[in-house]
């Protein structure tokens, strides 16, 4: 994520969009009733279409105060194991961007009141062009903001422009190894919440939260104009009470979440239980 935050490049952002708004008004339901807001993630056609809505709608009724939804890709660098075999089960399956993109419209239609934001890459995203046709059926579908895992703000102002005309958030991503100074820029530029990625390395649950994860989460709190949500190896209750303890504004799970799924990636009665359990301990 580079060493040092650019001194000429303008703090321009997308944390005044429609999209972003609603995702600080999820963020600020949950700070009302004393949590940190919980963002379950599932994996868009994993193990199909059907399956994968399903499991959303069991996340959300569970008590997901945001949901973000994996959009299948060939070569997922920042995920992993688990992540990786749902999304090539799903590509398998027959998901694509544009199927990827029913579904989230499926999902906005039959749960509107909770955000969703979908994670993709940048070559899913942008390609070759400046992403104004991924970035406007994202929105037109339901999609409140967007993660471009690969996509840093030294490179991101043509998207924000894109994102900023159709009303989207981009949400982006710092890591421990993210210098502060650079931290506090990549939080300016960030729409609606800022990603921070618990620990060095790809996504996966964990037994157990890095030790140095608290004072991480209170630095990059303490540089951050918008909420921060914690995710990577988060996948226990104690985990999510620990991070809303130690001030996280919301806290993400993913692998777990896939992992309750069971090894056909329909038990949606246990991924919902999973959430349910996440909620009541997300009590700061």
């Not at 895992?149 to 993210?178: C, I, K």
């Not at 990059?220 to 190896?233: D, K, L, Q, T, Y």
């Not at 993400?252 to 359990?277: E, N, Q, W």
Request: net charge neutral.
């Amino acid at each position: 994520m580079g060493d040092g935050a650019p001194t000429s490049s303008p703090a321009i952002g997308t944390d005044a969009t429609p999209g972003a708004r609603r995702v600080h008004a999820a963020f600020d339901q949950a700070a009302a009733y004393r949590r940190a807001a919980l963002i379950p993630y599932v994996v868009a056609g994993y193990p199909d279409a059907d399956g994968s809505h399903a499991a959303a709608l069991a996340a959300i009724d569970g008590g997901a105060d945001l949901l973000e939804i994996g959009l299948p890709y060939s070569d997922p660098l920042a995920d992993g194991a688990t992540l990786q075999r749902a999304s090539s089960v799903a590509l398998d399956a027959g998901a694509t961007l544009d199927r990827s993109i029913e579904l989230l419209a499926r999902i906005a239609s039959a749960r509107p009141s909770v955000p969703l934001v979908p994670m993709a890459y940048a070559n899913q995203v942008i390609g070759g062009g400046d992403g104004r046709a991924v970035a406007t059926r994202l929105a037109e579908a339901g999609a409140s903001g967007v993660i471009v895992a690969d996509l840093t703000p030294d490179e991101g102002a043509p998207f924000e422009e894109v994102a900023r005309d159709v009303g989207l958030a981009v949400v982006y991503l710092v890591a421990p190894t993210t210098e502060p100074e650079r931290r506090a820029w990549i939080a300016s530029r960030s729409g609606g919440f800022l990603y921070c990625v618990s620990l060095v390395g790809v996504t996966g649950a964990r037994r157990s939260l890095a030790p140095a994860v608290g004072r991480l989460v209170r630095a990059v709190r303490a540089a951050s104009p918008v909420p921060v949500a914690v995710g990577f190896g988060v996948s226990q209750p104690a985990h999510v009470r620990a991070l809303a303890k130690a001030g996280a504004d919301g806290v993400i799970v993913a692998s777990a979440l896939v992992d309750a799924l069971g090894p056909d990636g329909r038990d949606v009665t246990a991924l919902g239980r999973l959430v349910s359990r996440l909620r009541a301990a997300i009590t700061r």
